[in-house]
């Protein structure tokens, strides 16, 4: 199983980044996947997940409005647009297959002016 995060990077507030996650390993899709986010000094935070089809989808209060979580079970592929930035979004950003404890190796996301 491999996960590969890119599209990270530093960002202005209020600014946009799109992540990507590149799966290889497993049927895609048939696995639900989910975002996490790693603040610095902090534990790992559920921020967005997707059922397998990309029908259902459900975010963190802390993103909620902002962030939208994608995929594209042809490219075995995981999104997750960000939006409206705001300095506390810094952090490191992990995708994650369901119920497996299978995780990327994550992508730093640096929001400042």
């Known amino acids: 199983v491999q996960l590969v995060e890119s599209g990270g990077g530093l960002v202005k507030p209020g600014g946009s980044l799109t992540l990507t996650c590149v799966a290889s390993?497993?049927?895609?899709?048939?696995?639900?996947m989910s975002w996490y986010r790693q603040r610095p000094g902090e534990g790992r935070e559920l921020i967005a997940q997707?059922?397998?089809?990309?029908?259902?989808?459900d975010y963190a209060d802390s993103v909620k409005g902002r962030f939208l979580i994608l995929r594209n079970n042809g490219k075995n592929t995981l999104y997750l647009q960000m939006s409206d930035l705001r300095p506390e979004d810094t952090g490191v950003y992990f995708c994650?297959?369901?119920?497996?404890?299978?995780w990327g190796r994550g992508i730093q996301v640096t929001v400042s002016s």
């Open positions: 994650k297959r369901n119920q497996y404890h299978d």
């Open positions: 390993g497993f049927p895609f899709r048939d696995s639900g």
């Open positions: 997707i059922g397998n089809l990309g029908m259902t989808s």
